[in-house]
């Protein structure tokens, strides 16, 4: 294994008790939106379910050299219609079978192609480096998204989160 595939990995190991540890949060805190347009916990952790399946969709599609499409989360993700412990359930259900799928990556295996619809020709490699960071950035815009439920709250600690305050108003710039 590669230490970009062991590093890939270790993150995605980690994503669903984190998706559980969020999912015992009071519901109502998870369906909220941070602000209009974006999107909840609840929502963020359906994508990722969503999106489980497509990944590993695309590491068999590059090790295969076919062509693969992208995905557009606004037309192609399904209703919510569980709750966090649902989805964080069925993320469980499915991680194992795609780390499984990682484990049998070689170094050679990250070197070879497959064209994507939208992007063109793209590596093992990127689409591994894509995958930990999409992982990572929906926990992150999760805990942000859960955040302003406090951040308003916090009197003359507000300006301390102001990288993550949507209702702060922003420099102009």
Same mark, same amino acid.
């Given at each position: 294994?590669?230490?970009?595939?062991?590093?890939?990995?270790?993150?995605?190991?980690?994503?669903?008790?984190?998706w559980s540890?969020?999912?015992?949060?009071?519901? *109502?805190?998870?369906?909220?939106?941070?602000?209009?347009?974006e999107w909840?916990?609840?929502?963020?952790?359906?994508?990722?379910? %969503?999106?489980?399946?497509?990944?590993?969709?695309? @590491?068999?599609?590059?090790?295969?050299?076919?062509?693969?499409?992208?995905?557009?989360?606004?037309? *192609?993700?399904?209703?919510?219609?569980?709750?966090?412990?649902?989805?964080?359930?069925? /993320?469980?259900?499915? #991680?194992?079978? !795609?780390?499984? *799928?990682?484990?049998?990556?070689?170094?050679? %295996?990250?070197?070879?192609?497959?064209?994507? #619809?939208? /992007?063109?020709? @793209?590596?093992? #490699? *990127?689409?591994?480096?894509?995958?930990?960071?999409?992982?990572?950035?929906? @926990?992150?815009?999760?805990? #942000?998204? /859960?955040?302003?439920?406090?951040?308003?709250? !916090?009197?003359?600690?507000?300006?301390?989160?102001? %990288?993550?305050? @949507?209702?702060?108003?922003?420099?102009?710039?």
């Amino acid at each position: 294994m590669s230490d970009l595939v062991a590093a890939v990995v270790s993150v995605l190991a980690t994503s669903v008790a984190r998706w559980s540890a969020l999912a015992r949060i009071e519901p *109502e805190l998870l369906v909220r939106a941070p602000a209009p347009g974006e999107w909840s916990v609840v929502q963020c952790l359906s994508h990722v379910v %969503d999106t489980e399946p497509l990944f590993q969709g695309r @590491v068999r599609a590059i090790l295969d050299g076919r062509e693969f499409p992208g995905f557009d989360p606004d037309r *192609e993700s399904s209703e919510i219609d569980r709750p966090a412990a649902k989805l964080a359930e069925q /993320l469980g259900q499915m #991680r194992p079978d !795609s780390l499984g *799928e990682l484990g049998r990556l070689t170094d050679a %295996d990250l070197d070879r192609t497959a064209r994507h #619809r939208e /992007l063109g020709m @793209v590596t093992m #490699r *990127e689409l591994l480096n894509e995958w930990a960071a999409h992982d990572t950035m929906h @926990v992150v815009q999760a805990e #942000r998204a /859960l955040m302003q439920a406090f951040v308003p709250g !916090s009197g003359p600690w507000r300006p301390y989160f102001a %990288d993550h305050d @949507v209702e702060a108003p922003k420099p102009a710039g």
